[in-house]
Nanobody, 126 residues
Framework: QVHLVESGGGSAQSGGSLRLSCAAS?????????MGWFRQAPGKEREGVAT???????TYGYSVKGRFTISQDNAKNTLYLQMNSLKPEDTAIYYC???????????????????WGQGTQVTVSA
């Protein structure tokens, strides 16, 4: 069973930066597939932020492209999301997710993710 734990959330001012981390465990002997970040703001639907496939291919949501960067350190079993030029509309709970089998890997593919973290709050003030 893959277990995901996010950290790094918090508060920032508009224009500031935060880096989220997602520590993954339970991968022993298990191949990795797509991983990604998704977010949900109060009263809104879940939104795909960024994904990274096992070959390093990345996708980004339109609203974060050019500001956010997804990366992973396989040696540390950790997924990252560097968030720069933050805006108040980036305020949301951010979730780390991982696919348990070969699947589509893009920001519209949340239904393909079999494992989810508990989420970390990001709040951006104007």
């Amino acid at each position: 069973q893959v277990h995901l734990v996010e950290s790094g959330g918090g508060s920032a001012q508009s224009g500031g930066s935060l880096r989220l981390s997602c520590a993954a465990s339970g991968y022993s002997g298990r191949r990795r597939y797509c991983m990604g970040w998704f977010r949900q703001a109060p009263g809104k639907e879940r939104e795909g932020v960024a994904t990274i496939d096992s070959d390093g291919t990345t996708t980004y949501g339109y609203s974060v492209k050019g500001r956010f960067t997804i990366s992973q350190d396989n040696a540390k079993n950790t997924l990252y999301l560097q968030m720069n030029s933050l805006k108040p509309e980036d305020t949301a709970i951010y979730y780390c997710a991982a696919a348990g089998s070969p699947s589509r890997c893009d920001v519209d593919g949340s239904h393909a993710m079999g494992y989810w973290g508990q989420g970390t709050q990001v709040t951006v003030s104007a």
